[in-house]
């Protein structure tokens, strides 16, 4: 289907409270849309002051979502990814930080002229450029504004999507609200004011919703929705419900279109598609309800407070699991606790072990306790980025009697550093964006297992890290059973590792979860999980 001459833009915002799941909502429409073959953009738009989420605590803000291009992003791009097929880029993220810090430095230059420069129309005058030069080339854009309407922070962008309609006209611009309809039980009944208050707060700042998306614990009738139409100025076929699932949040594609959200989409913005095709969907839920196995993965980490920090992850093992046939459950265990109280703290059934990526000293040694365990219990293992680090200093320590190997992040004065910062690295003195990121190739040795999963010898991938592995270690841990099987071209450093002595026990640098999607599972993760069952089953 050709690409319209003008894009359509779609905004997504939230109101009552946070947490609602505009990043899901977004990525449904984006779904619905595609399924109807058109080429679909999306952008979050965050109102924090960070240029970017790569210093904020992931127990905070929950996980950074690495681009291929190497941009840290917020958690809801992974979602995108994950639903659509949307090229996502370091343009499908943008903060106030980097909003305010584009047109000081334009200030600066004296871009303007000597002009006074001011919110209205400077600052929404640069959001509605980020808007539109990531809009190039496609029909749709998906934009989702962070926050929750009414918070001081979201207001220029509120006011930047509002001058869209006037800009651009209602046939090119479409408002989706998504709000809360609670059910309160003492009553039995569900309760619409909030609803009613939070669309009265778009309109103070001269937006009318077009759709709204109540999400609800339970279907609204049409008397409620008729009750919600009428005080919030729409028809009653926008209002759409977004009820609570009890399976996976990639059904929400399905639970919209059967609301007929897809198809009033393409109405209000009068645009001929050709008829939805979900079959993918449809089948991966199918899957995803009649699992003929089940596995327990023990994921041991150091941000398990807050389940949104290994969002990608939790995605991934899923993936791995459908791809298997198998229901994945995962346990999370915090590695400073099995620190403290030892290796009782796994669960009693386990069948495979991931440890994730991190940062910092705490619950290293935990962490390193559980790569032993696996070890040498023949437990399927798998280490991200941190997890292959602690992996090889576990090994050196244990197997090749390096007793004070460390990294130099959790020891500078190790005597044993196998793992130190690259040169570049070392003069670095910020934090932010100054690590290894995007994607990056990588060689796979012939024969090895690594180049088995991929069905490739030569594979690209995403990383965030700082510290690699010192190849003055090379012949000590090959020594050690372990296979360097991936290795990245441009710079000789390491990229993967396998334990030939090991039925499954691979660690790698780079981050396979930011890649893997619901109808196609990464086969690192599909393998991990084949190993866990087959593992299962003999034991």
């Known amino acids: 289907m050709k690409t319209s001459k003008q894009p359509k833009y779609i905004f997504v915002t939230g109101g009552v409270v946070s947490s609602l799941g505009k990043g899901i909502a977004a990525s449904s429409i984006g779904a619905l849309l595609e399924s109807r073959g058109l080429k679909v953009a999306m952008q979050k738009m965050d109102p924090y002051i960070n240029v970017d989420p790569g210093t904020m605590s992931p127990t905070q803000h929950g996980e950074v979502f690495v681009t291929e291009d190497g941009?840290?992003?917020?958690?809801?791009?992974?979602?995108?990814?994950?639903?659509?097929?949307?090229?996502?880029?370091?343009?499908?993220?943008?903060?106030?930080?980097?909003?305010?810090?584009?047109?000081?430095?334009?200030?600066?230059r004296g871009d303007y002229l000597g002009a006074t420069v001011q919110v209205i129309p400077h600052i929404t005058d640069e959001i509605k450029h980020l808007i539109q030069d990531h809009a190039q080339g496609c029909d749709v854009v998906v934009v989702e504004v962070g926050g929750t309407v009414g918070d001081i922070e979201s207001l220029p962008f509120l006011e930047a999507i509002r001058q869209f309609r006037v800009e651009l006209g209602r046939e090119n611009t479409l408002y989706v609200h998504l709000?809360?309809?609670?059910?309160?039980?003492?009553?039995?009944?569900?309760?619409?004011?909030?609803?009613?208050?939070?669309v009265k707060a778009l309109q103070q700042i001269g937006i009318q919703p077009d759709i709204l998306l109540c999400r609800t614990e339970q279907n609204l009738d049409e008397g409620i929705k008729k009750k919600i139409a009428l005080f919030c100025n729409i028809s009653a076929d926008s209002v759409i419900t977004a009820k609570d699932v009890d399976t996976t949040t990639y059904e929400?594609?399905?639970?919209?279109?059967?609301?007929?959200?897809d198809d009033k989409i393409v109405q209000y913005l009068n645009m001929w598609t050709r008829q939805p095709d979900l079959r993918d969907w449809e089948r991966f839920i199918a899957?995803?309800?009649?699992?003929?196995?089940?596995?327990?993965?023990?994921?041991?980490g150091k941000y398990v407070d807050l389940m949104d920090s290994y969002k990608s992850l939790h995605a991934a093992l899923l993936?791995?699991?459908?791809?298997?046939?198998?229901?994945?459950?995962?346990?999370?265990?915090d590695s400073e606790e099995v620190e403290k109280k030892g290796l009782d703290l796994l669960p009693k059934h386990l069948s495979g072990i991931l440890v994730p990526g991190g940062f910092g000293t705490r619950g290293i040694e935990g962490k390193i306790k559980v790569i032993e365990y696996a070890r040498t219990h023949n437990i399927p293992f798998f280490g991200i980025c941190l997890g292959m680090q602690t992996a090889i200093i576990e090994i050196s320590r244990h197997v090749g009697n390096l007793k004070h190997a460390n990294s130099i992040e959790f020891d500078e004065n190790t005597p044993e550093p196998v793992f130190s910062l690259m040169e570049e690295q070392k003069s670095v003195r910020e934090k932010g964006g100054t690590m290894r990121l995007g994607s990056y190739p990588c060689d796979l040795e012939k024969g090895s297992k690594l180049a088995q999963i991929y069905g490739s010898q030569h594979i690209s991938e995403r990383h965030r890290h700082r510290y690699e592995f010192n190849n003055r270690y090379k012949e000590m841990i090959?020594?050690?059973n372990v296979k360097l099987s991936g290795i990245c071209p441009d710079n000789?450093?390491?990229?993967?590792?396998?334990?030939?002595?090991?039925?499954?026990?691979?660690?790698?640098?780079?981050?396979p979860e930011f890649q893997s999607k619901p109808t196609r599972p990464h086969p690192l993760f599909s393998s991990f999980i084949q190993a866990s069952l087959d593992y299962q089953k003999q034991h």
């Open 71 to 108: 941009a840290e992003t917020d958690l809801d791009l992974g979602h995108y990814e994950r639903f659509t097929n949307a090229k996502i880029t370091r343009k499908s993220n943008f903060t106030t930080g980097q909003v305010y810090d584009s047109v000081i430095s334009k200030e600066r």
């Open 179 to 198: 709000t809360l309809v609670p059910l309160i039980k003492a009553a039995g009944e569900v309760k619409t004011k909030p609803t009613q208050h939070s």
């Open 252 to 261: 929400i594609p399905l639970v919209f279109h059967k609301e007929g959200l």
């Open 287 to 300: 899957r995803f309800k009649d699992p003929k196995f089940e596995v327990t993965i023990a994921v041991v």
């Open 319 to 333: 993936h791995g699991g459908i791809a298997n046939q198998a229901k994945v459950v995962i346990e999370y265990v």
């Open 478 to 480: 090959e020594a050690c």
């Open 492 to 511: 000789g450093l390491v990229e993967t590792i396998e334990l030939t002595d090991h039925p499954w026990f691979v660690g790698c640098q780079f981050h």
